[in-house]
Structures are given as structure tokens and as C-alpha cells.
């Protein structure tokens, strides 16, 4: 059996994939039937499969160790003919939606597809290959840079990532520092962070200029392939987020600062939940591996199936590390119908979550691996996200056997912080809509927005005197406002539907699971808001969706002592 170490990658010859793509769309085009078409779709998808899984392998190899200069080569190559490849796939949906046989097609293939290759060709023009390709460098810098922190601390050389654990400890002094450190790494890069973030504005409006677009908002939209609603239907949701979860994460806030035995809540104390330290897996990686391994065979066949493929063919790379890059994520190797899950633990309760949301994610791809459009595999990134996040909630019978007598704290915390997160996420959001709105901004007008939007969705933030954040940098440790624009509106949605399948999960918990496992399998074939439907749960956007969930939330948080914690 092959394991990830085997995967082979083959870089590609884009000359020659160009002639073979080429040659198979002119007998697409040239095709009398929607026979002779469809089998000429199977051959583009097979190379698309061929240069995704090339660029995945690259991906996956460079982000483990940023100093690995053959996939760091690699990678600056994929950066250069991303473009050139979108470019082909933008002239089979050309010739796609043009079909004479697209009745027959959308039959056989389904709406979705046409839907989706009508979004590719609005967001995508051969003339603008080169700032494509600019995009894609400026994006991998920012990576570089975030991977290239070594901050000295507690006699240590740590990455972002392993100073996490420090800014929960108990002791407020070392959160304080750990977050000085931390942000210190930003402040003394901050002109980098600054330039780098300007040329990708700059770039992005070129862009949309040269799509002939009035702002890369409609650009971002179309990328991310929104269908169904707007950016009016997306202000009105975080409208309703400041409405009815503003006051509620304040007051959460207020109980925190109680539970902790602080006057006033700082930024520096926010990572601390209990005074008595918070809920953290009572073992190693490899530990948790083992725990989790039981509780994916024990939630149902699908899952133990699913879990133990990951294991075999070591398809997960976790321990945060020197010239790894920060975060998490999960992709897919279409060759090897392999999902793969990189993170970074660091010995808190996010190693549970990554376990759970990454592997959320990972379930969903594998469910959907044989729908046979490629396009299919993943559903767009607000609906993948419900995968991520309900199955978190799904796991939570399990949640003993990682945190023992500390299950209740890291139920408490995991529950609450899903509110927490809303206001920050649709910060996040409408800061983007700002930026791209007034490309004209200068760095510190950017910094100002980003102020102006805690002073509105996180009003109980106080970070104390911190220069770097006290001026409006907090922004910039988020990956996704650099590397994937408007990918964040996305986790916010996604919650609110989570959040439903928590409370379906303690009423109806075999038919919550159903519904789960059906979205899963559904893959990307259907657009959000009729996913959403199959899976049974109240569309974001409706008129008292976000209020059905508060009240049940509100009640199981409140009948928790959490100072006894």
C-alpha cells in the first residue's frame, strides 16, 4: 500500500499539456452528440486531475518545510503556470456553456457545473495571466514570512504556533508576554506585513479593472463561486450578527472576567477560560491519534473507514515545527483519492478541534471522492465549512476520552467560543469589503478601519497598551485576508448551520447524523442554500434563523457552574 511518502509528484510540462488539452477541446467542440462530448469531458478532467494533484503534492511538500528548496522551487513554479492552467479550463467552460448539447449534458453532469463554469469565465481573462501570477508570489511571501518566525522565549526558539500554549497559561504576566512576543514578531516586520498586503490590494484592483469590474468585491464573490446571495444579503447577516450576538459574546466576556478573577478582561487574558488552566488533551500526539482512531471507529462505519485510510497511508502531518507554516487545512490529492490534514499542534484544546474540524473536512471529501465531477469534490467554501464545523459538535460524546475530568471545561469553551468567533468573523468580513471598496486606502487608513470594526464587533477588546495592536495590526495574522480573499464570511455561515446540528445532535442525534452524512456525500453538486436544504437546516439568511439557535445555546451554557470549573 502506497502511503504519502510515495505519492509521486510529476511537475508538469505545460507546453505539452497545453497541446493535449488543446487537441481533446477541439473534439469536444468538433463532437456531433453529447456522447462524443461527454467522453471528451472525461479526458479534460483527467488532466485537471493530473495538474491538481502536481500542484497539491507541492503544496502540501512546501507549507511541511518552507526550507525544503526543491518544493520551495516547485512552488514559485506552480505560482507562474497556476494562471496559464486556469486559462484552459476557462476555454472548455466557454465551450461548455456554449454547448448544443447542454440540455443533455446538465442531465448527466448537473446544473451545478455550468453554474460554476459560468463563475470561472466572469472571474477569469488571459490578460490578466501576469497579475495573476503576482498574486500568487505576493500570497506565498506573506506564507514565507508568517513560517519564518523564531521568537525567543522561555529559553526557546519558537514558531507562532508553540507560543499558543504560553498565551493560556494561568499566570497573567507569561500570557502578557507571550502575546508581546508574539505580536512583537508583527511589529517588527510590520512594513513587510504592510507592503506586502498594499501590492496585494494594488494587484487585486488591476484585476478587477481588467475584468471590467468597479472592485475585486465582485471579483472575490465569483471566485469563490456565491451563488444564491449577495453582498446585500451578506451586510444584512452581519447586521444581524451585531443585533443578536454582539451583547450576547459581550456578556460571555463579562462571565469570563468573573470565572478568571480579573477586574477587567484584557486582550492578554482572553486565552485563559478557568482559573484552574484550560481544558487541555491529557496526552501526545500519538495518543490522541490512538483516542481518535476509537472514537471515528465508534461514531459510525463511515467514519472508521474513512480514519483508518487517513492512518494508513499517513496522510496527516500535526506537530507544529521549525519552517513549517502556521495554521491548518485540509486538501485533496485527486489521483489517490486521498484527503490530507496538515496542522500544528501545540499541546492545547485546538489539537482536538484540528482533529475533529480538519478531519470534518477531510470525511466530507472522502464521502464525495467518487461523484465523478471534479468540480463536485469539494461544494463551495461556505458549504465545506459545515462539514468542519458540525462534525466538532458531532464528536462531542467522545470529548472524556481526550480531556477526562476536564470534559466539561472544553465543552463550555468549545460551545461559547462559537459565539465568540461570530463578531470577529463578520469583522473580518466587512473590513475586506472596506479595503476593496477604497483601494485607495494607505496602510494606516487600513488600520483605522480595522479599529473602528472591533470598536463596533468586539467592544470589550482592550489590549492594554500593545503598540502593534492598539494601533489596528491585529488584522494581519489572519492568513486568509492575505492569501484567500473574502474566504471568511464563510466560517460564519457555516457556524450558524453547525450550531443547528449541535442542537439537532442532543434532540434527534441518528437523524441529525443522516443529514450530515448525506451533505457529505452531496459534495459540491448543488450551490449553498440548496445544500443547506437537503441536510434539513434553516438557510443563515432567513429572517430568525440566527435567533433559533441563541436561545438553546443561552439555556446549556447557563446551566453550566462554569466557576466551579
Same mark, same amino acid.
Given at each position: ?34 456522447? /462524443? ?51 484552459? %479550463? ?100 510590520? %512594513? ?10 494594488? =494587484? ?26 449577495? #453582498?446585500?444579503?451578506?451586510? $444584512?447577516?452581519?447586521?444581524? =450578527? ?12 463579562? #462571565? ?23 481544558? =487541555? ?24 473507514? &474513512?480514519?483508518? &485510510? ?31 490534514? &496538515?496542522? $500544528?499542534? %501545540? ?6 478541534? *484540528? ?9 466530507? *471529501? ?61 469583522? *473580518? ?8 471598496? %477604497? ?33 489596528? /495590526? ?9 492569501? =484567500? ?63 433559533? *439557535? ?16
Amino acid at each position: 500500500m502506497a502511503t504519502f511518502k510515495d505519492y509521486e509528484y510529476k511537475r508538469p510540462d505545460m507546453e505539452s499539456l497545453k497541446a493535449e488539452w488543446n487537441k481533446h477541446l477541439a473534439r469536444f467542440r468538433e463532437a456531433g452528440s453529447a456522447d /462524443g462530448q461527454d467522453q471528451e469531458i472525461r479526458e479534460l478532467n483527467r488532466l485537471a486531475d493530473d495538474f491538481s494533484t502536481a500542484s497539491n503534492l507541492v503544496y502540501i511538500r512546501s507549507s511541511i518545510d518552507t526550507n525544503d528548496a526543491y518544493y520551495e522551487e516547485q512552488r514559485d513554479y506552480f505560482n507562474e503556470i497556476g494562471p496559464e492552467f486556469d486559462e484552459l %479550463n476557462t476555454s472548455f467552460y466557454k465551450e461548455l456553456v456554449s454547448s448544443p448539447f447542454r440540455k443533455e449534458l446538465e442531465k448527466r453532469w448537473g446544473t451545478q457545473l455550468f453554474t460554476i463554469a459560468d463563475q470561472k469565465i466572469r472571474s477569469f481573462s488571459a490578460e490578466a495571466i501576469p497579475l495573476l501570477q503576482q498574486e500568487n508570489k505576493l500570497a506565498s511571501e506573506y506564507a514565507k514570512l508568517i513560517a519564518s518566525a523564531q521568537i525567543e522565549f522561555d529559553g526557546k526558539t519558537l514558531t507562532l504556533a508553540q507560543l499558543g500554549p504560553y498565551a493560556q497559561s494561568t499566570d497573567r504576566e507569561t500570557r502578557k508576554a507571550a502575546n508581546e512576543a508574539r505580536f512583537g514578531f508583527f511589529g517588527e516586520h510590520k %512594513n513587510e506585513f504592510d507592503g506586502i498586503y498594499q501590492k496585494l490590494v494594488d =494587484v487585486r484592483h488591476q484585476i478587477a479593472k481588467t475584468l471590467g469590474y468597479k472592485d475585486f468585491v465582485d471579483v472575490g464573490y465569483l471566485r469563490m463561486n456565491r451563488v444564491g446571495y449577495d #453582498r446585500d444579503m451578506v451586510k $444584512n447577516f452581519r447586521e444581524q =450578527v451585531k443585533q443578536h450576538i454582539v451583547p450576547l459574546a459581550t456578556r460571555l466576556y463579562e #462571565r469570563q472576567a468573573g470565572r478568571i478573577g480579573v477586574d477587567r478582561l484584557t486582550f492578554h487574558d482572553e486565552g485563559l477560560n478557568f482559573v484552574t488552566g484550560n481544558a =487541555v488533551p491529557k496526552g501526545d500526539p500519538d495518543w490522541i491519534i490512538e483516542n481518535g482512531k476509537k472514537m471515528y471507529d465508534e461514531l459510525s462505519p463511515e467514519t472508521s473507514e &474513512f480514519f483508518r &485510510f487517513m492512518l494508513e497511508r499517513d496522510l496527516m502531518d500535526l506537530i507544529a515545527k521549525k519552517g513549517k507554516e502556521g495554521g491548518g487545512y485540509c486538501t485533496f490529492i485527486d489521483n489517490y483519492d486521498s484527503p490530507f490534514i &496538515f496542522s $500544528n499542534f %501545540n499541546g492545547t484544546s485546538d489539537d482536538i478541534d *484540528v482533529l475533529t474540524h480538519e478531519a470534518g473536512h477531510a470525511f466530507q *471529501v472522502y464521502s464525495s471522492r467518487e461523484i465523478g465531477v471534479p468540480e463536485y469534490i469539494w461544494p463551495t467554501s461556505e458549504a465545506a465549512e459545515i462539514h468542519s464545523m458540525s462534525m466538532e459538535f458531532f464528536a462531542w460524546p467522545w470529548m472524556e476520552q481526550f480531556f477526562e475530568e476536564d470534559t466539561e471545561k472544553y465543552k463550555f469553551s468549545h460551545l461559547s467560543s462559537a459565539l465568540l468567533f461570530l463578531p470577529y468573523g463578520v469583522a *473580518v468580513d466587512e473590513f475586506q469589503h472596506i479595503i476593496y471598496e %477604497n483601494p485607495e486606502l494607505t496602510a494606516d487608513d487600513r488600520k483605522a478601519a480595522w479599529k473602528k470594526l472591533e470598536s463596533e464587533y468586539l467592544p470589550h477588546r482592550d489590549y492594554e497598551g500593545l503598540e502593534y495592536l492598539e494601533e489596528g /495590526g491585529f488584522w494581519q495574522r489572519q492568513a486568509h485576508i492575505y492569501e =484567500v480573499p473574502f474566504y471568511y464570511i464563510d466560517y460564519c455561515l457555516a457556524q450558524i448551520c453547525a450550531l443547528q446540528f449541535w442542537k439537532r445532535s442532543r434532540e434527534e442525534r441518528d437523524s441529525a447524523w443522516k443529514d450530515y452524512l448525506h451533505l457529505c456525500r452531496l459534495g459540491g453538486s448543488l450551490p449553498f442554500t440548496e445544500l443547506v436544504k437537503e441536510a434539513n437546516l434553516l438557510s443563515p439568511f432567513e429572517d430568525g434563523c440566527i435567533e433559533s *439557535v441563541i436561545g438553546p445555546i443561552t439555556e446549556w451554557l447557563d446551566s453550566v457552574d462554569d466557576r466551579s470549573l
